[in-house]
């Protein structure tokens, strides 16, 4: 620590300090997306300020290095404050603005929400992160989906998990979106069915926001039944190049972004390269995990009305393990394993302007995942292992008319081509209670398939300040051959200039995927499974940028996909409810302070049958608290904290144990009796910056769970020659620094 103190002084030292930096941008109408030619972005506090040209395109010069507020305003709109923008020494920052038709010509209401503007399709139980939230956010190592786990309804699964767990629904009934292409694997070291993965495959700096939807979201998004995580890549920097490097005990990356030679066209791209596996070998671990991924964005105009941005991402995760014959009789009965997933797309979307009211949005995308896993012994490294590959071709596209400032439409459609492969083989075995499970031989190799959907939304403010939202989405999946229709509503009611009342209902499904059909023919008669929300809540701005907010909801839940058996035969005869009450408050990053709060109480239960009992859901977390605060302190430094709690996960308990053919077994106890002990820790991160001679170093340190608190993340138990039961708890992370640097060029 003294050694990089030095280090950071004498770079300090070095070359006197260039005191400013450019910001610049677009601000478009947020329905249509028209550019706002006349609009004017002023930096709030200074003098500083620019009017965007008839592209809505603008640039403001010389601003002093720094966190600033940007506002963009235009007659006819509300205006929008981004808080949290920083200003960097010889660099260029992008902020651009979507603004929404001004409530003031549909009604006699003011209403200032200039700090959390929302689309209206999305009446209830929306938040949108921008990337300085992220960045900033301790205990989340600059993880997307850590920092999420913070937000109302969102249960963490650990700090060796980046998964969300959303208003008890499972990580498989998240929809994850990237420039509206559909990513289904968006974490690294995580399979689809999963709950774990470690780091998120998005490096945060490439994102323009984050919108997260945990319930009630509107009918463009689809086959998801819990909620939608919409991250938008930025576009490239159009006046200058920028250079980002990161390192830290996670990994080493490098973002580039920056004008393109054709007129009108620039890029940013992120490669990243992790570390676990340099870290395990110094700790002389068993397993040596190491992944790499790239993301990157191109953009042209190919004229003031058209735009084409090409997309593109490309992950591999790989994992070798070699255990010692301890390991292995603690771990596993086979101490060789090697697992390589990777994961690929490549989209073009193109927005045209076809008039100025409407709109056209079409994305091309190419999406492949897929994985391959050995395991056994030294000598026979393949007595049990998977092949599966999963490639889809989609095409998506959305028409937006605005009628009138009141009545906006917007109609689409998906279609989807799959083609798929799932070779699975295992040796007979027997399970820790004794059931003796027989060898299989799984090859699911159907004909190439397809999805596809029709929907339409509407937003209409029908007698101010009463807005209503409606739509109606049509799925079909060819390759069980079912057919739904799913209805969306949703009503918000502005009382007054800071209280909005949103009640919204919906029915939402779920197709099967190919892991659950795969393992027998039979599965192919599977249908969706089906989730019917309701929501209803009150907003209320205490200040401009403070906002408080009271959410209770109900998610009756049923055509579940169960095992009943343990066989490979799926049924849909699993059914069940989510309900609960969350309590947020939520400021943004103003006068050097943000910090948020929320309280979430929720039930989530589940039934295997109609006969079965009820028993809780593995994913319930009755009680979660999470808190969240940073300032900055000035000269460069940063500070934040955040406190999580959560009521343990509830588990099957060992009753007792059998003795069969003279071995002792484990009996369990009814599903999911019992509760791990009550999850919660403290994290504290510490950034300071120093301003150099065209370039700055920011040093950081995240430190997890401060107060080394035990958490439990499971139990394994083992009954040995004499028919004693031993339990060996798998704990959570302890104290864990992360230390690293960024360098800005």
Same mark, same amino acid.
């Given at each position: 620590?003294?050694?990089?103190?030095?280090?950071?002084?004498?770079?300090?030292? =070095?070359?006197?300090?260039?005191?400013?930096?450019?910001?610049?941008?677009?601000?478009?109408?947020?329905?249509?997306?028209?550019?706002?030619?006349?609009?004017?972005?002023?930096?709030?506090?200074?003098?500083?300020?620019?009017?965007?040209?008839?592209?809505?395109?603008?640039?403001?010069?010389?601003?002093?290095?720094?966190?600033?507020?940007?506002?963009?305003?235009?007659?006819?709109?509300?205006?929008?404050?981004?808080?949290?923008?920083?200003?960097?020494?010889?660099?260029?920052?992008?902020?651009?603005?979507?603004?929404?038709?001004?409530?003031?010509?549909?009604?006699?209401?003011?209403?200032?929400?200039?700090?959390?503007?929302?689309?209206?399709?999305?009446?209830?139980?929306?938040?949108?992160?921008?990337?300085?939230?992220?960045?900033?956010?301790?205990?989340?190592?600059?993880?997307?989906?850590?920092?999420?786990?913070?937000?109302?309804?969102?249960?963490?699964?650990?700090?060796?998990?980046?998964?969300?767990?959303?208003?008890?629904?499972?990580?498989?009934?998240?929809?994850?979106?990237?420039?509206?292409?559909?990513?289904?694997?968006?974490?690294?070291?995580?399979?689809?069915?999963?709950?774990?993965?470690?780091?998120?495959?998005?490096?945060?700096?490439?994102?323009?926001?984050?919108?997260?939807?945990?319930?009630?979201?509107?009918?463009?998004?689809?086959?998801?039944?819990?909620?939608?995580?919409?991250?938008?890549?930025?576009?490239?920097?159009?006046?200058?190049?920028?250079?980002?490097?990161?390192?830290?005990?996670?990994?080493?990356?490098?973002?580039?972004?920056?004008?393109?030679?054709?007129?009108?066209?620039?890029?940013?791209?992120?490669?990243?390269?992790?570390?676990?596996?340099?870290?395990?070998?110094?700790?002389?671990?068993?397993?040596?995990?190491?992944?790499?991924?790239?993301?990157?964005?191109?953009?042209?105009?190919?004229?003031?009305?058209?735009?084409?941005?090409?997309?593109?991402?490309?992950?591999?995760?790989?994992?070798?393990?070699?255990?010692?014959?301890?390991?292995?009789?603690?771990?596993?009965?086979?101490?060789?394993?090697?697992?390589?997933?990777?994961?690929?797309?490549?989209?073009?979307?193109?927005?045209?302007?076809?008039?100025?009211?409407?709109?056209?949005?079409?994305?091309?995308?190419?999406?492949?995942?897929?994985?391959?896993?050995?395991?056994?012994?030294?000598?026979?490294?393949?007595?049990?292992?998977?092949?599966?590959?999963?490639?889809?071709?989609?095409?998506?596209?959305?028409?937006?008319?605005?009628?009138?400032?009141?009545?906006?439409?917007?109609?689409?459609?998906?279609?989807?081509?799959?083609?798929?492969?799932?070779?699975?083989?295992?040796?007979?075995?027997?399970?820790?209670?004794?059931?003796?499970?027989?060898?299989?031989?799984?090859?699911?190799?159907?004909?190439?398939?397809?999805?596809?959907?029709?929907?339409?939304?509407?937003?209409?403010?029908?007698?101010?300040?009463?807005?209503?939202?409606?739509?109606?989405?049509?799925?079909?999946?060819?390759?069980?051959?079912?057919?739904?229709?799913?209805?969306?509503?949703?009503?918000?009611?502005?009382?007054?200039?800071?209280?909005?009342?949103?009640?919204?209902?919906?029915?939402?499904?779920?197709?099967?995927?190919?892991?659950?059909?795969?393992?027998?023919?039979?599965?192919?008669?599977?249908?969706?499974?089906?989730?019917?929300?309701?929501?209803?809540?009150?907003?209320?701005?205490?200040?401009?940028?403070?906002?408080?907010?009271?959410?209770?909801?109900?998610?009756?839940?049923?055509?579940?996909?169960?095992?009943?058996?343990?066989?490979?035969?799926?049924?849909?005869?699993?059914?069940?409810?989510?309900?609960?009450?969350?309590?947020?408050?939520?400021?943004?990053?103003?006068?050097?302070?943000?910090?948020?709060?929320?309280?979430?109480?929720?039930?989530?239960?589940?039934?295997?049958?109609?006969? =079965?009992?009820?028993?809780?859901?593995?994913?319930?977390?009755?009680?979660?608290?999470?808190?969240?605060?940073?300032?900055?302190?000035?000269?460069?430094?940063?500070?934040?904290?955040?406190?999580?709690?959560?009521?343990?996960?509830?588990?099957?308990?060992?009753?007792?144990?059998?003795?069969?053919?003279?071995?002792?077994?484990?009996?369990?106890?009814?599903?999911?009796?019992?509760?791990?002990?009550?999850?919660?820790?403290?994290?504290?991160?510490?950034?300071?910056?120093?301003?150099?001679?065209?370039?700055?170093?920011?040093?950081?340190?995240?430190?997890?769970?401060?107060?080394?608190?035990?958490?439990?993340?499971?139990?394994?138990?083992?009954?040995?020659?004499?028919?004693?039961?031993?339990?060996?708890?798998?704990?959570?992370?302890?104290?864990?620094?992360?230390?690293?640097?960024? =360098?800005?060029?």
């Amino acid at each position: 620590m003294k050694i990089l103190s030095s280090l950071l002084m004498l770079l300090a030292i =070095a070359g006197a300090q260039t005191n400013t930096g450019s910001v610049s941008g677009e601000v478009r109408d947020a329905v249509t997306r028209q550019p706002l030619p006349g609009a004017i972005v002023t930096i709030i506090g200074t003098t500083l300020g620019a009017s965007c040209d008839e592209r809505g395109y603008y640039v403001i010069t010389n601003v002093p290095i720094g966190t600033h507020q940007l506002k963009a305003s235009m007659i006819g709109y509300e205006a929008a404050v981004n808080p949290d923008i920083t200003v960097r020494t010889q660099r260029n920052t992008t902020a651009s603005f979507p603004l929404q038709i001004s409530a003031v010509e549909l009604s006699e209401v003011e209403v200032q929400s200039e700090f959390f503007s929302r689309p209206t399709e999305s009446v209830v139980s929306m938040r949108t992160l921008s990337p300085e939230e992220i960045r900033r956010s301790p205990g989340s190592a600059e993880d997307i989906f850590r920092v999420m786990q913070s937000m109302p309804g969102v249960a963490t699964a650990g700090g060796k998990s980046a998964q969300l767990i959303v208003r008890g629904g499972s990580p498989n009934e998240n929809l994850t979106l990237l420039d509206n292409i559909e990513i289904y694997n968006p974490i690294h070291f995580a399979r689809t069915g999963e709950s774990m993965g470690i780091i998120s495959i998005v490096n945060p700096a490439l994102l323009e926001k984050v919108d997260f939807l945990t319930g009630g979201f509107p009918a463009r998004y689809g086959d998801k039944m819990s909620s939608v995580f919409d991250m938008s890549i930025r576009d490239g920097n159009k006046e200058l190049y920028n250079t980002d490097v990161n390192l830290n005990i996670a990994g080493f990356g490098v973002m580039v972004d920056g004008p393109l030679p054709a007129e009108n066209s620039a890029m940013v791209l992120s490669v990243r390269r992790g570390f676990f596996d340099i870290l395990t070998k110094i700790m002389d671990r068993p397993a040596a995990p190491q992944y790499y991924d790239a993301v990157g964005k191109v953009t042209y105009d190919l004229d003031r009305d058209n735009r084409i941005g090409i997309v593109g991402f490309y992950y591999i995760d790989q994992i070798d393990r070699v255990g010692t014959t301890k390991e292995s009789s603690a771990m596993s009965k086979y101490d060789y394993l090697a697992r390589d997933d990777y994961g690929s797309a490549f989209g073009v979307n193109w927005r045209s302007l076809l008039s100025q009211n409407s709109v056209l949005l079409t994305t091309l995308s190419s999406t492949a995942n897929g994985w391959t896993t050995n395991q056994g012994t030294q000598t026979n490294h393949a007595l049990r292992g998977e092949e599966i590959v999963e490639q889809e071709l989609t095409l998506r596209s959305e028409l937006t008319y605005q009628f009138s400032p009141a009545l906006s439409m917007t109609m689409g459609l998906m279609a989807k081509g799959i083609d798929s492969r799932n070779i699975t083989w295992t040796p007979e075995d027997t399970s820790r209670t004794g059931t003796i499970i027989p060898a299989t031989t799984i090859a699911f190799e159907p004909d190439a398939t397809n999805k596809t959907a029709l929907f339409f939304q509407s937003s209409y403010t029908i007698l101010a300040p009463l807005t209503i939202s409606a739509g109606v989405r049509y799925d079909r999946f060819a390759l069980t051959n079912e057919q739904d229709v799913s209805p969306r509503l949703g009503l918000s009611y502005r009382a007054g200039a800071s209280t909005t009342f949103n009640i919204a209902w919906g029915k939402f499904v779920q197709t099967p995927a190919s892991y659950q059909i795969s393992p027998d023919p039979r599965n192919l008669s599977l249908k969706s499974s089906k989730a019917i929300h309701y929501v209803a809540g009150v907003e209320h701005l205490l200040w401009n940028d403070t906002r408080a907010t009271l959410e209770v909801y109900h998610k009756d839940i049923h055509d579940v996909i169960v095992d009943p058996d343990s066989t490979n035969l799926l049924l849909n005869t699993g059914s069940g409810y989510a309900r609960g009450v969350e309590l947020s408050l939520q400021k943004k990053f103003t006068d050097g302070f943000v910090g948020s709060a929320s309280y979430g109480y929720s039930v989530s239960r589940r039934q295997d049958a109609p006969s =079965a009992p009820e028993y809780d859901f593995e994913y319930d977390r009755p009680h979660i608290v999470n808190l969240l605060a940073g300032m900055e302190l000035g000269e460069g430094w940063q500070i934040g904290a955040k406190f999580q709690f959560a009521s343990g996960n509830p588990y099957t308990p060992v009753a007792g144990v059998v003795k069969k053919g003279g071995i002792y077994y484990l009996v369990d106890g009814p599903v999911n009796s019992a509760r791990y002990p009550d999850y919660h820790k403290l994290d504290i991160r510490v950034d300071r910056q120093f301003v150099l001679n065209g370039w700055s170093l920011t040093a950081y340190i995240d430190l997890w769970n401060v107060y080394n608190k035990d958490n439990v993340m499971s139990y394994s138990y083992k009954a040995d020659a004499s028919g004693n039961i031993t339990m060996t708890v798998k704990p959570d992370f302890g104290i864990t620094p992360i230390a690293g640097v960024s =360098a800005k060029f």
